[in-house]
Nanobody, 120 residues
C-alpha cells in the first residue's frame, strides 16, 4: 500500500507562483511513475504533468513553459512548480502514483487533493 500526502495549495493572484509537494510512504519504489492531475468544477479530471522513474516528463499543452514536475527518489517526493498562474488553473490538484500500466498488476494511488485558487 502507498499513501500520498500533498501540501502547498492555496490562494494566489494571477501571475503568481505556487509549489506543490507530495510525499509517498509505504511500499513506494523508484520504478513507479508519478504525476499530478487536476479537476475543476464541471470539468473532466486531466493529467497536468507526469514523470517516469527515469525522469522523463510530459505536460498538458496549457501548462507547458509554466509548470515543472520533478521528483526526489530518496525522499519519495514529487513536486509541481507552478509559475505564471492563470485563473483557469484553479482546480483541485491530486498527486498520483501508478505501477504496472497495461498489465494485470496495474495499481494506482491517489492523494487527498489540494485546492489551488488563482484570482485577484
Amino acid at each position: 500500500q502507498v499513501q500520498l500526502v500533498e501540501s502547498g495549495g492555496g490562494l494566489v493572484q494571477p501571475g503568481g507562483s505556487l509549489k506543490l509537494s507530495c510525499v509517498a510512504s509505504g511500499r513506494m519504489f523508484s520504478t513507479y511513475d508519478m504525476g499530478w492531475y487536476r479537476q475543476a468544477p464541471g470539468n473532466e479530471r486531466e493529467l497536468v504533468a507526469g514523470i517516469t522513474s527515469s525522469s522523463s516528463t510530459n505536460y498538458t499543452d496549457s501548462v507547458k513553459g509554466r509548470f515543472t514536475i520533478s521528483r526526489d527518489s530518496a525522499k519519495k517526493t514529487v513536486y509541481l512548480q507552478m509559475n505564471s498562474l492563470k485563473p483557469e488553473d484553479t482546480a483541485v490538484y491530486y498527486c498520483n502514483v501508478q505501477r504496472g500500466t497495461g498489465t494485470r498488476w496495474f495499481t494506482t494511488y491517489w492523494g487527498q487533493g489540494t485546492q489551488v485558487t488563482v484570482s485577484s
